[in-house]
């Protein structure tokens, strides 16, 4: 029986910058538009997910992706391949500007960009790219064995997880000369432990550029230290609560507000940041004086992307300081019309909420009487205008009095709004990792609207 | 279930294409649909490099998926067009059984050696897999198959002009424009062709195309400080471009407007207990919601445990023939059959040829969702040794695994409509077309808006309501139900997209229904943060 190879498909595979110029040069020369924008997505994706102690499904993907945007006056369109042949290039081309000419114009329109400068954000970690099929196995078994240890006067405590290793190279040309590369990483792991009765249920989370910022051992350990602390849920009278939301919780709500900051929907009436007379509340109060949100991808927490689909730089921007609202997100075409800077979208260069320095651990210490959220599940929208949100808690939903858990509690439906939330706040923790390109803090929000009981476990 | 109900589906949909698309073209609709296409012999070839490759390499099992997806999408607001992008994505998936672990890799790279190092790196994984593997991983027989099968269409929506649907929903828009306080419309065309190739191990050779369509259109009134938008329920189908056309969504879309306008004048609904007549418009994605997630075997089993969550459905021992989930008037078909549904192939991506079954007999929960590798686990509960054909992948870069198919609620036997419910009905509201929605990971609790509401007083439409949302446990909401639709008001909604598993895949799934009454549902004022 012949003895598969090392890792077959790997990151090694990525597009380098040298090869992603020469495609997309290829891809340029062409066009016969007057306009022409490249963008190639190179990616490794490898995966391994687990559930009662075995390896469900475990993957190794590979592809390329090329997007080719064309305009012929003012008239836009693209198409895209991941077969990347000269025929299917000068295909993929050709059908761009075919549907280019079909379609109406757009008054909107605006060239390409020319050559730009970015800043140097370096966001691919080896450690992350080269985690193999059998470095994810022990891992999963890592936490598989934290989890059984630290749930053991449970019983047998059930587990499942995702381990996913990512790494992108993003390469963005035009036809008036600019090209951009970036490469990048990412890790998530995140883990489920219940309890054998099915009355207890835990779930933990770490993501990060870098794979080594994970510990596998320690995801299990608090998953399973919150199934088991989280059995025998009790029913308590849903309502107006004191809240003190984990980091992954806040990292569930506060990037609801990425729509609401967009400049246009602001200025056209149809934001939680639209003045009732017209206009935008840029410079108003709209959160507790303690808050701050920004993206900024050189920030060493975040590693954001520094640039967009477009090519345009994506720089540093506060969209709320101290409680004031300073920017909104604009795109190119309405930054020009407003007579304003382009920032791209709110979430491009990664997202930061920062404002306070305790643990979590002493946001519950000074809590009299409240909820702790561990995360939470199925969030809609309700309604633009408060951005009001409707969803449940999950994996852990415990009582606090004075100071100690001191209880588990039946999980809750509640309705919420992330933007009116931040004006109810009590206390701020420290802005924390969350995920690759978050950091989000412990929050401990007042009258936090719990509106009914769920008996999901 | 009775033959009746399932040839009644078969009829009425096929009745109902006929009569949208056959009073256009005047021929008839079974001559006009377009054939199924083979693979071609290097798409075969790059397949069995594969297999080979997987089984020299000590795979038990094997089977390999080639598949090229063209999508494209149209999107529109107002007087322009916001979007127009065409995609193509092509590529294999191999998946691998070694000592009873899966492995799976895909590649874009369509060559031999891209092939061979798939088939590989997928024996790694199976390898690698073993590690963690407290459980074997077991098939049910399946009998091999060779074969070709398309969605029955008359006119390939890709192959379309796109003059033609910029035409259609620029058209559209403007006949909303026409509404006074509506001052945003958007409108748009999602729509697939997926060719996919599956060769196992075990000799079976398929290729199928499916075509999907999804429309959409919304428009957004705004007036004193306020507004209110309405999105028109256009079911996406696996159906072609006569689907889309038999809309007349120019036709249409100044009625559909006007109900944005005429929610800014609507009176804010008093929170409290109502019964609920939910048009088949809303009633599909709460059928979607609390029956076709919770009735998964993998959520029953906890393979969905760490993302979207087990089921109340569970452990299945003591839930087959035993859990009451709504009344004797409540019968809930699974099937990957029905015509113009998003989830209809011949053979599912293990091979396993379509299938037809009840998951809920009045009112009475009788079995899940399955593929080859969950059959076994259940058979002895259910006596079925099959797989109900529930395998899907989202693409040939993703693994496939069990998801959902159409799952709908039959017709009652009296053939009343929803004038006939309303009108035997003294207090209550009645809610059309998806609005919010949000369940927990369960499957207990959930809330659920709509587009546009009514309230009823004394058998009759009262007026137009909003802010409204219903929240209710799932068991007690079934068991509520009181008063179905007959034949006549069957409609079938859809999900284009929806989502499972980690990494997440999107799968396409239809759920038939008919109007129902709910007694005593609690509604919610969404405005009053209630």
């Given at each position: 029986m012949a003895q598969p190879q090392r890792p077959t498909l790997s990151s090694s595979q990525l597009l380098t910058r040298d090869q992603a110029k020469t495609l997309a040069d290829r891809v340029l020369a062409l066009s016969t538009a007057e306009q022409t924008r490249v963008v190639i997505v190179s990616t490794w994706s490898g995966n391994t997910r687990f559930a009662d102690a075995s390896i469900t499904t475990s993957g190794g993907v590979t592809d390329t992706t090329l997007t080719v945007t064309v305009a012929i006056g003012r008239r836009q369109a693209s198409s895209s391949t991941n077969v990347l042949d000269e025929a299917a290039l000068k295909r993929t081309v050709e059908l761009a500007i075919q549907l280019a000419r079909l379609s109406p114009e757009d008054p909107e329109l605006l060239p390409e960009l020319g050559p730009q400068t970015y800043q140097t954000v370096n966001a691919f970690v080896e450690s992350t790219a080269d985690l193999d099929p059998e470095a994810r196995a022990s891992a999963a078994r890592r936490t598989i064995t934290a989890a059984t240890a630290a749930g053991k006067t449970a019983g047998q405590i059930f587990t499942a997880g995702f381990l996913e290793a990512n790494a992108r190279a993003t390469a963005v040309a035009t036809s008036n000369g600019l090209f951009a590369y970036h490469r990048s990483t990412d890790a998530d792991y995140s883990v489920t432990a219940r309890t054998p009765d099915g009355t207890g249920s835990g779930w933990a989370r770490a993501g990060a550029r870098d794979w080594s910022a994970i510990d596998a051992a320690s995801i299990g350990r608090i998953a399973a230290q919150k199934a088991v602390a989280s059995r025998k849920p009790q029913p308590i009278e849903p309502g107006s609560y004191t809240a003190v939301l984990e980091p992954q919780a806040v990292n569930d709500l506060i990037p609801l507000l990425a729509n609401a900051l967009a400049a246009r929907s602001a200025d056209e009436g149809r934001s939680p940041f639209s003045k009732p007379d017209?206009?935008?509340?840029?410079?108003?109060?709209?959160?507790?004086?303690?808050?701050?949100?920004?993206?900024?991808?050189?920030?060493?927490?975040?590693?954001?992307?520094?640039?967009?689909?477009?090519?345009l730089p994506i720089g540093r921007t506060v969209w709320i300081e101290k409680g004031v609202l300073k920017n909104l997100a604009y795109t190119r075409f309405w930054a020009q019309k407003q007579g304003k800077a382009p920032t791209g979208n709110a979430l491009a260069g990664g997202l930061a909420l920062s404002g306070g320095t305790k643990s979590t651990e002493e946001i519950i210490a000074g809590c009299a009487r409240g909820i702790l959220v561990t995360h939470f599940f199925y969030i809609r929208s309700l309604d633009p205008r408060t951005v009001l949100q409707t969803g449940l808690t999950r994996d852990g939903t415990f009582l606090i009095e004075n100071g100690k858990i001191t209880r588990s509690l039946k999980n809750f439906r509640w309705n919420e709004s992330p933007l009116l939330m931040l004006n109810r706040l009590e206390d701020i923790g420290r802005p924390e990792p969350t995920e690759a390109g978050r950091l989000m803090p412990a929050l401990r929000v007042r009258d936090f609207n719990f509106t009914s009981l769920s008996d999901a476990v | 279930?009775?033959?009746?109900?399932?040839?009644?589906?078969?009829?009425?949909?096929?009745?109902?294409?006929?009569?949208?698309?056959?009073?256009?073209?005047?021929?008839?609709?079974?001559?006009?649909?377009?054939?199924?296409?083979?693979?071609?012999?290097?798409?075969?070839?790059?397949?069995?490099?594969?297999?080979?490759?997987?089984?020299?390499?000590?795979?038990?099992?094997?089977?390999?998926?080639?598949?090229?997806?063209?999508?494209?999408?149209?999107?529109?607001?107002?007087?322009?067009?916001?979007?127009?992008?065409?995609?193509?994505?092509?590529?294999?998936?191999?998946?691998?059984?070694?000592?009873?672990?899966?492995?799976?890799?895909?590649?874009?790279?369509?060559?031999?050696?891209?092939?061979?190092?798939?088939?590989?790196?997928?024996?790694?994984?199976?390898?690698?897999?073993?590690?963690?593997?407290?459980?074997?991983v077991e098939l049910a027989p399946v009998k091999p198959v060779t074969g070709t099968w398309i969605t029955p269409v008359m006119r390939d929506p890709l192959e379309v002009p796109l003059e033609e649907k910029v035409a259609l929903l620029l058209a559209t828009n403007e006949a909303a424009l026409k509404v006074a306080n509506v001052r945003f419309v958007n409108s748009s065309l999602a729509l697939l062709r997926e060719v996919k190739t599956l060769v196992t191990s075990e000799g079976t050779n398929v290729t199928q195309t499916m075509i999907r369509v999804g429309p959409a259109f919304s428009a957004t009134a705004i007036g004193s400080g306020d507004f209110q938008s309405y999105d028109e329920e256009l079911a996406p189908r696996g159906s072609g471009w006569e689907y889309v056309e038999s809309l007349n969504m120019p036709g249409n879309a100044e009625r559909w407007a006007s109900i944005a306008a005429e929610k800014l004048k609507a009176k804010s609904v008093q929170a409290g207990q109502y019964d609920l007549i939910l048009e088949p418009t809303n009633l599909w994605l709460t059928i979607h919601e609390s029956i076709g997630h919770p009735t998964e075997l993998d959520r029953a089993i906890g393979e969905e445990a760490n993302y979207a969550g087990t089921s109340f459905v569970a452990p299945p021992e003591k839930m087959i023939g035993q859990l009451q989930y709504g009344p004797p008037i409540m019968n809930i078909q699974a099937d990957r059959t029905q015509e113009a549904s998003l989830s209809r192939v011949a053979w599912d991506d293990e091979g396993v040829p379509a299938d037809t079954w009840l998951i809920v007999e009045k009112g009475v929960f009788k079995d899940y969702q399955t593929t080859r590798e969950q059959a076994a686990r259940i058979q002895k509960l259910t006596g079925v040794t099959r797989s109900h054909g529930c395998s899907f992948a989202e693409s040939w870069n993703a693994v496939q695994f069990q998801r959902m198919p159409n799952i709908s609620l039959l017709p009652a036997d009296t053939d009343i409509g929803v004038n006939d419910i309303v009108a035997a009905t003294e207090r209550g509201i009645l809610i059309r077309n998806r609005g919010s929605w949000s369940i927990d990971h369960q499957r207990y609790n959930f809330q659920f808006s709509g587009q546009a509401f009514y309230e009823i007083q004394n058998g009759k439409i009262a007026g137009m309501l909003r802010d409204v949302a219903y929240q209710a446990n799932t068991p007690a909401f079934w068991r509520s139900m009181d008063m179905i639709g007959g034949k006549s008001s069957y409609w079938m909604g859809g999900a284009f997209t929806d989502g499972k598993g980690e990494p997440s895949q999107s799968n396409s799934v239809s759920h038939g229904c008919v109007p129902a009454r709910f007694r005593n549902v609690t509604i919610l004022n969404t405005a009053k943060n209630s």
């Open positions: 017209g206009g935008n509340r840029i410079g108003e109060k709209v959160a507790d004086e303690r808050v701050t949100l920004y993206s900024d991808p050189t920030d060493r927490g975040l590693l954001g992307a520094p640039f967009d689909a477009q090519g | 279930m009775s033959p009746t109900r399932r040839d009644f589906i078969r009829a009425t949909t096929s009745t109902a294409a006929a009569l949208a698309v056959g009073h256009h073209l005047r021929l008839s609709p079974a001559a006009q649909t377009l054939p199924a296409p083979g693979a071609d012999a290097a798409v075969v070839d790059l397949a069995n490099e594969a297999l080979n490759a997987a089984r020299g390499a000590g795979a038990s099992y094997a089977d390999v998926r080639i598949g090229r997806y063209r999508r494209q999408g149209v999107a529109t607001r107002e007087r322009q067009v916001t979007g127009v992008s065409d995609s193509e994505s092509y590529g294999l998936g191999v998946r691998t059984l070694v000592n009873g672990s899966w492995g799976f890799a895909a590649t874009s790279v369509m060559t031999r050696a891209g092939a061979q190092a798939a088939a590989l790196e997928a024996i790694v994984l199976s390898r690698a897999a073993r590690a963690v593997q407290a459980r074997r």
